[in-house]
Nanobody, 126 residues
Framework: QAQLVESGGGLVQTGGSLRLSCAAS????????MGWFRQAPGKERDFVAA???????RYSDSMKGRFAISRDNTKNTVYLQMNSVKPEDTAVYYC????????????????????WGQGTQVTVSS
């Protein structure tokens, strides 16, 4: 079974930066999308950013211009660079691997991802 482990979360001040990493193992993911989602207590798991097998990216409107997603297939790792963070960015951030092979679109729905990491906490102080 695939395993994904997020890291890099922590406490950061408003306007600061943070870089999250997600290391995947137990499978080959170069032909699949990988994405980042976040979830605050009592809230739905919301889309943050995703990168497809061909490098196409997609961002939530509230993160576009502030966050950047990238991947290194040689390391089976996906990254999320978070800049100009805001208190409303506070959440547990999860990475996931898309279920589709060579998808023609970048999936943004949680249901389109079949494996998830345990999450890493990001807290932005105001």
């Amino acid at each position: 079974q695939a395993q994904l482990v997020e890291s890099g979360g922590g406490l950061v001040q408003t306007g600061g930066s943070l870089r999250l990493s997600c290391a995947a193992s137990g499978g080959s993911f170069s032909s699949r999308a990988m994405g980042w989602f976040r979830q605050a207590p009592g809230k739905e798991r919301d889309f943050v950013a995703a990168i497809n097998w061909n490098g196409d990216t997609r961002y939530s409107d509230s993160m576009k211009g502030r966050f950047a997603i990238s991947r290194d297939n040689t390391k089976n790792t996906v990254y999320l660079q978070m800049n100009s963070v805001k208190p409303e960015d506070t959440a547990v951030y999860y990475c996931g691997v898309g279920a589709a092979i060579l998808s023609t679109y970048v999936p943004i729905a949680p249901s389109a991802y079949d494996y998830w990491g345990q999450g890493t906490q990001v807290t932005v102080s105001s």
